[in-house]
Nanobody, 123 residues
């Protein structure tokens, strides 16, 4: 299958910035979409941002103008630049990707999640 490895989480003060990275590894043939989700304590997991190979991007309203998702297709890596962070952004952030991979002689579809990285915004 395809594995996703996340990095970049940590503790920042309100107004600070952080950049998350997520790299896909394994027998990847093509990734169609990559995105970031987050889950705060007591809340459901929500989509934060998503990007496609065509360059389309979508954001949840609460992060528009503050977060930027980008993708290095050649490296199968997606980034989330988070600026003007606020305590409400505190959550575990999960990377997600879907696409196609090599399974033996066959190309198969996949949908993978990263292990999650903690982002804490506090003074």
């Amino acid at each position: 299958q395809v594995q996703l490895v996340e990095s970049g989480g940590g503790l920042v003060q309100p107004g600070g910035s952080l950049r998350l990275s997520c790299a896909a590894s394994g027998n990847v043939w093509r990734i169609n979409t990559m995105g970031w989700y987050r889950q705060a304590p007591g809340k459901q997991r929500e989509l934060v941002a998503v990007t496609t190979t065509g360059g389309d991007t979508n954001y949840v309203d609460s992060v528009k103008g503050r977060f930027t998702i980008s993708r290095d297709t050649a490296k199968n890596t997606v980034y989330l630049q988070m600026n003007s962070l606020q305590p409400v952004d505190t959550a575990v952030y999960y990377c997600n990707a879907e696409g196609l991979y090599w399974g033996g002689l066959n190309v198969k579809s996949f949908g993978s999640w990263g292990q999650g990285t903690q982002v804490t915004v506090s003074s």
